[in-house]
């Protein structure tokens, strides 16, 4: 979609929708060491590459770190 869209439209379409939908694959995500499936981790990490840095990085700070580190 990145090259469908002007670099304007693509950002609000990344902000608008598509960021706050893999906030909620965070929250929604379990850590759970005995049986874990790294499916929605990998959902993410797909959209590294299109999002910007310091927004992904801010995710998995608020997101993914806390609860990471809550089963260590």
Do not use: M
């Amino acid at each position: 979609w990145k090259n469908v869209f002007d670099p304007q439209s693509f950002d609000i379409l990344l902000l608008r929708d598509i960021i706050p939908k893999l906030v909620i694959t965070f929250r929604d995500f379990i850590i759970n060491p005995f049986a874990q499936s790294l499916d929605p981790f990998q959902w993410v990490c797909l959209w590294e590459d299109l999002i910007p840095s310091n927004i992904f990085i801010n995710l998995l700070i608020t997101e993914f770190f806390p609860k990471w580190h809550q089963v260590l």
